[in-house]
Each structure stands twice: as structure tokens, then as C-alpha cells.
């Protein structure tokens, strides 16, 4: 990995993409969050009620990631989007920016540097990955990550599509990016699809799915334990 930084950053010019969850910091920011929102009553009535429901078939295996992913950000509907933001701002920095991984952190401010279009793809919703994004001075602009419509500044139920979870991961990817994807980070199976697009895939500490395919394709695999 450190020779891989190295390389693109004395081209001086190239794209890496980053998941967040589990790459560049530890946890799940987007579950979390939620339940922080359920228990400071932070959603609106409705919102909660749909939210509280879906963390109980969630936590029961009747409910899966990716449509809990897309409940956290269509719960917020009704909320003024500046609430949400600074919530979510709030939250991140009191509870995961010391979940940050030093290493990646450091990984990411190089390639900036040197001038490395970095773009974070995250399965969370937007408005907590751009709170994690400013950690590590990654711009809006290059953020994909679940998101609705909002109108006059209050969030709706109107999800963006693609939908950048699995398969979405990559076709987001791809609608945004100008040339070939040079390095990509993933923790999960889920993953895969946008791995498969770089030129060098890196299956960061890897669940076991992701762990199996990495080694079928000789994929490097990064752990600090």
C-alpha cells in the first residue's frame, strides 16, 4: 500500500477511491448515528417510528444492509437540512473522529497533495460522510454517498439514485468519473464492484467474503492489528 501511495504520488495525477466505514475509520457511522437520533428523539414523529422498526427487524436478521443504508437517510425527511448537518457534525466529531484510522488519514492527505483526485464512496448517508469527509479535507464535490432531494432546504424521501451500496458503488463511480479509477479501498464483499474497477484493488481489513475473493484475485490485503 505504501508503495502504491508512493507511485501515484510521484505521477503527480490519477484517481483513488476510498469506502469509509471499516476503511477510513473504524465502525459503522451511519447505524450509529441513527440510534443516537432514536434515542435524543432527533427525527421527526414518523421518522422515528419507521426508524425504530426498521433497527428491530435490522437487529433480528429480517431487514438487510442496504435497505437499512436507505432508511437512515429517508427517515430524515421533514428535517431542515442545516439541523441534520449540524447533527451530524456534532455526532461525528464527539463519537468517530477519534475512529479515524492514522494510517489511511495519512494515505489520503498525501495523494491530495500530490495532487490525487481522492473520492470517498460511502454506503452511510451523505450528510455524515461529508461531517467525516472535513476530517480529512475531502471536498463535497467528491463525495458519493446515500442521498435525497432537498427542497427549500428541508430533506424529502426522494432517494438519489444510483444508490451507492454494492453494484451502486461502482455505477456512481463511473457517472462521475473522468478517467480510469487507479486505487480503491474496500473492507466488504459489498465492495467488490467498485474493486473491481481499479487498477489496484485493496481489500482493507477484510470480512470474509471480501477476504476470499481478494485472494481469487490476488488482491493485496492491508490489516493493523
Not at 436507505?70 to 451530524?88: F, I, P, S, Y
Not at 464512496?121 to 472535513?134: E, F, I, K, Q, T
Not at 459489498?190 to 489496484?200: G, I, N
Request: proline share 4%; hydrophobic share 45%; net charge negative.
Amino acid at each position: 500500500m505504501e508503495a502504491a501511495v508512493a507511485d501515484l504520488c510521484r505521477r503527480g495525477e490519477g484517481v483513488a477511491a476510498f469506502d469509509a466505514d471499516g476503511v477510513l475509520w473504524r465502525g459503522d457511522v451511519g447505524n450509529s448515528f441513527l440510534l443516537w437520533q432514536i434515542e435524543n428523539h432527533r427525527l421527526l414523529p414518523q421518522g422515528e417510528r419507521e426508524a425504530r422498526r426498521a433497527w428491530d427487524l435490522y437487529s433480528s436478521g429480517q431487514l438487510g444492509d442496504l435497505e437499512l443504508a436507505v432508511l437512515c437517510a429517508t427517515c430524515q425527511r421533514g428535517l431542515l437540512e442545516e439541523q441534520v448537518q449540524a447533527d451530524a457534525r456534532t455526532f461525528f466529531e464527539r463519537e468517530f473522529r477519534s475512529q479515524i484510522v492514522p494510517e489511511v488519514r495519512a494515505w489520503v492527505e498525501r495523494l491530495q497533495q500530490a495532487g490525487i483526485e481522492v473520492w470517498i464512496v460511502s454506503g452511510s448517508h451523505r450528510w455524515l460522510v461529508a461531517a467525516g469527509a472535513r476530517e480529512v479535507s475531502v471536498p463535497d464535490s467528491r463525495l458519493l454517498a446515500v442521498s435525497t432531494a432537498v427542497r427549500d432546504g428541508t430533506l424529502t424521501a426522494q432517494l438519489l439514485l444510483p444508490v451507492p451500496y454494492g453494484q451502486g458503488k461502482a455505477r456512481a463511480l463511473q457517472s462521475r468519473l473522468r478517467r480510469p479509477l487507479d486505487l480503491a479501498l474496500g473492507n466488504s464483499l459489498a465492495d467488490s464492484f467498485m474493486l473491481e474497477l481499479a487498477a489496484l484493488a485493496v481489500a482493507f481489513e477484510p470480512d470474509a467474503g471480501l477476504e476470499e475473493l481478494a485472494a481469487r484475485r490476488g488482491w493485496p490485503v492491508v490489516r493493523f492489528d
